[in-house]
């Protein structure tokens, strides 16, 4: 079956360095991409959006770059804040639920003092 | 503007309990979703709705059954608990068209004994 990410890795960064987080996705068809933050205890919030005719997407501390040639998503996030500690999640629309997304298993991002 | 509105927060239920988790929007979205949130595991969609009055099956539908008479309400009901049910349980709702990420709610943490 299709899958997005790998089993949940966990990265640590020290305050105020850069975050990359990773994600592959298997279904070439997908063509919408999102990343998703989660906190403890919440529901997931949107960060940031891509589509696949975007090679790169830029928001505030936040870039996304999709590698349709190898099925590669990532996240950037500059300057990363204590506050930014949470899990990631990637999402794809295989478009085999509507609108519906197909999530990774997450990141966890520890940001370290 | 609440957004998407869970409830309840926390529920145990004992095997073979049949209960309803109640998801309700207030951004006139078209959309809803269920997913389930298990360890290591992301996000897994279980079912959809694009309007009232119509719904489908997502990823992980057996056990669970939704109905959408309005286009604010999604509710998600279990007929009889079993302990591979125990998760968190999450609703979101989403616009159709461009730019649908979905908003989600604060989740549902359901434990079947």
């Known amino acids: 079956g299709e899958s997005v990410g790998l089993h949940l890795p966990t990265l640590s960064v020290q305050e105020g360095d850069n975050s990359i987080i990773n994600c592959a996705y298997s279904?070439?068809?997908?063509?919408?991409f999102i990343w998703y933050k989660q906190e403890s205890g919440k529901g997931p919030q949107f960060i940031i959006d891509i589509r696949s005719n975007m090679d790169k997407r830029q928001g505030q501390r936040v870039t996304v770059l999709l590698n349709k040639t190898v099925k590669h998503l990532s996240l950037q996030i500059a300057a990363t804040q204590p506050g930014d500690s949470a899990v990631y999640f990637c999402a794809e629309n295989t478009r085999n639920y509507g609108q519906n997304f197909v999530f990774g298993p997450g990141t966890r991002l520890s940001v370290l003092p | 503007n609440a957004g998407v509105t869970q409830t309840p927060k926390f529920q145990v239920l004992k095997t073979g309990q049949s209960m309803t988790l109640q998801c309700a929007q207030d951004m006139n979205h078209e959309y809803m979703s269920w997913y389930r949130q298990d360890p290591g595991m992301g996000l897994r969609l279980i079912h959809y709705?694009?309007?009232?009055?119509?719904?489908d099956q997502g990823e992980v539908p057996n056990g669970y059954n939704v109905s959408r008479s309005t286009t604010e309400d999604f509710p998600l009901r279990l007929l009889s608990a079993a302990p591979s049910q125990t998760s968190v349980y999450f609703c979101?709702?989403?616009?159709?068209?461009?730019?649908?990420?979905?908003?989600f709610g604060q989740g549902t943490r359901l434990t079947v004994v």
């Open positions: 979101a709702s989403s616009y159709s068209g461009q730019g649908y990420e979905a908003f």
């Open positions: 709705s694009v309007g009232a009055g119509i719904t």
């Open positions: 279904n070439s068809a997908s063509d919408y």
